[in-house]
C-alpha cells in the first residue's frame, strides 16, 4: 500500500508531531455546496444520493475540489444499520430522518438481528472502496456509524424528539429490554465499522449525538458501557498502519475523563468546551478534535480567524489536536467562509507545531 500525500490527519489523531494542525468539517459534503445539491438533484432524493456508490463518491469529493481539507469523510447517513434491520428510513421534507416501523412493541426488539454489513450494507462498503480509489493516496478517508445508543433514539422514537420520552420511559421502567437493544446495535455498528476498515476506512468516527440528553449514570449505563464495546472489538491495524478511531458525544463535555478511559484515540468536543481545559483534563490519554462554533462561520472572515485563533491558542502547542467544528456545518453557511476558516487553520497553526 502506497504512502499517503498528507497524513497529517491520522498522525494528529495519535498525538504524532505534524508540521501544521489538520482540518477537516463535519457534513462538510452537504447542503451549503451548491454542486452538492445538483448533485443530489440529479440522484432525486438524499438516499437516493446515499445509497448510490457513484452519487456518494462524487459528493465526497466535492469539498475537497474546493477547501485544502486534510481528510474525506465517506458521505452516508448514521441510520444505515437500522434500515438495514428493517424499519424502513425515509426523509420526510423539513422534518429529517423518520423510520416507518419505529420499535414500540417489546417482541419487536426481541426479533432484531445484527445485519451482514456485505449483505445488506453493500451499498455504503462500495462507495468506501470507490471513495478511497478516487482518493489516489492523496488524503485519508474517514468512515463512521451513529452510536447503539443514538440509533436506538431514533429506532424506538421513530424520528428527531425533543424529549425522548419513550426511550427515556423503556430506560428507566424497562432497562434490561433498552440494554437488548443497545447490546444487538454495539454489535452492528463494531461490525459495520470494522467493514467500511476493511473496504479502505483510515479512520473512524462513532457520532453520539443524542448521548448528551442523558443523565450522568445513564450516560455511563446506556451509551458510554456500549461505545467502549465498540472501541475493544474494532481492527486497529490495517495495511500496516493503525487505524484511529473518534468518539463523539455531543454535550458530552461533563464527562471527558469517563470518555477518555473507554481506550478511544480521540475526542470529538462539541463548541460549549473549552478545548484547553478539555486537554487539561485528558492530558495525553487522546487527542481531541474540535470545536469551533458552526455559526462563527456567518460571521466576517476576521472574525472567523479570530476564532481560529483562539481555539488554536487554547489548545496550546504540541500535537494532537484535529480541528473541526463542534457540530455538523449549516446549510445556510456560504462556502467561501469554510474556505477562510480551512485556511486561516492552516496559515496560523504551523507555530503551534515547532517544537514538535
Known amino acids: 500500500m502506497s504512502a499517503l500525500k498528507n497524513d497529517t490527519f491520522l498522525r494528529a489523531l495519535l498525538r504524532q508531531p505534524t508540521p501544521h494542525t489538520p482540518v477537516w468539517i463535519m457534513r462538510q459534503a452537504g447542503r451549503y455546496l451548491p454542486e452538492y445539491n445538483q448533485t443530489r438533484k440529479r440522484a432525486g432524493s438524499f438516499l437516493g444520493l446515499a445509497k448510490n456508490p457513484n452519487y456518494a463518491t462524487e459528493v465526497t469529493l466535492q469539498p475537497l475540489a474546493r477547501f485544502n481539507l486534510d ?21 420526510a421534507e423539513g422534518e429529517g430522518p423518520k423510520f416507518e416501523r ?38 485519508p478517508l474517514i468512515g463512521f456509524s451513529g452510536s447503539p445508543y443514538t440509533l436506538a433514539c431514533y429506532m424506538v422514537e421513530g424520528g428527531p424528539n425533543e424529549d425522548f420520552r419513550t426511550i427515556k420511559t423503556m430506560l428507566y421502567e424497562q432497562p434490561d429490554l433498552l440494554h437488548h437493544l ?45 461505545l467502549q464495546h465498540i472501541v475493544a472489538g474494532l481492527i486497529r491495524q490495517r495495511d500496516g498502519r493503525r487505524v484511529p478511531n473518534i468518539v463523539f458525544t455531543k454535550g458530552g463535555g461533563l464527562w471527558l475523563e469517563d470518555i477518555a478511559a473507554i481506550g478511544c484515540d480521540a475526542i470529538g468536543l462539541d463548541w460549549t468546551c473549552d478545548i484547553g481545559a478539555a486537554r487539561a483534563r485528558v492530558g495525553n490519554q487522546v487527542a481531541l478534535q474540535g470545536n469551533l462554533d458552526p455559526m462563527a462561520l456567518f460571521a466576517e472572515p476576521q472574525a472567523i480567524r ?22 455538523g456545518v449549516s446549510q445556510h453557511t456560504p462556502p467561501e467562509n469554510v474556505g477562510v476558516l480551512v485556511d486561516a ?4 497553526s504551523p507555530r503551534y507545531h515547532a517544537a514538535t
Not at 345 to 348: A, G, I, R, T
Request: no cysteine.
Open 306 to 327: 479570530a476564532q481560529v485563533e483562539r481555539v488554536l491558542t487554547s489548545f496550546g502547542t504540541g500535537s494532537g489536536h484535529v480541528f473541526n467544528l463542534g457540530h
Open 102 to 139: 419505529p420499535l414500540r412493541e417489546e417482541w419487536e426488539i426481541r426479533n432484531l438481528t445484527v445485519p451482514d454489513p456485505a449483505e445488506h450494507l453493500g451499498y455504503v462498503l462500495d462507495a468506501v472502496a470507490q471513495i478511497r480509489h478516487a482518493l489516489a493516496g492523496e488524503l
Open 182 to 226: 443497545l447490546d444487538i446495535n454495539a454489535r452492528a455498528v463494531t461490525a459495520y465499522l470494522n467493514a467500511q476498515i476493511e473496504a479502505g476506512a483510515q479512520a473512524v468516527m462513532i457520532f453520539d449525538t443524542w448521548g448528551g440528553s442523558l443523565a450522568a449514570a445513564a450516560y455511563k449505563e446506556f451509551s458510554l458501557q456500549y
Open 71 to 91: 481528510a474525506a469523510i465517506l458521505f452516508s447517513d448514521i441510520l444505515t444499520i437500522p434500515d438495514a434491520m428493517g424499519l424502513g428510513l425515509y426523509f
Open 345 to 348: 487553520v492552516h496559515e496560523l
